[in-house]
């Protein structure tokens, strides 16, 4: 298994940008792909971007394209998730995962996951 830990949430402005950055160790992180899932109060956990162990592939979720993008650098055994454009609605915790699969997009395709970093976005 690979343990994962996200980092880079906070408070922004609408309109504004963040960075959130999950640190893998264990196992060699460059074998699994990765994807970021959100959940705001009271809601599911959604579905924001995926990408492949080797960065070829990747996903988004419809409410996020052309705002959001997901990359990693598996030297640093670090992936990232750049979200620009943020709204409101971008309020929720933020979770890194990774999975065995070629790529995934639901949940409970994923093995492992971090415990989360917290994204508002103020109005």
């Known amino acids: 298994q690979v343990q994962l830990v996200e980092s880079g949430g906070g408070l922004v402005q609408a309109g504004g940008s963040l960075r959130l950055s999950c640190a893998a160790s264990?196992?060699?992180?460059?074998?699994?792909?990765m994807g970021w899932f959100r959940q705001a109060p009271g809601k599911e956990r959604e579905f924001v971007a995926g990408l492949s162990s080797n960065g070829a592939r990747t996903s988004y979720a419809d409410s996020v394209k052309g705002r959001f993008t997901i990359s990693r650098d598996n030297a640093k055994n670090t992936g990232y998730l750049q979200m620009n454009s943020l709204k409101p609605e971008d309020t929720a915790v933020y979770y890194c995962a990774a999975t065995n699969m070629p790529i995934a997009t639901k949940w409970s395709d994923f093995h492992s996951w971090g415990q989360g970093t917290q994204v508002t976005v103020s109005s």
């Open positions: 264990g196992r060699s992180f460059s074998t699994y792909a």
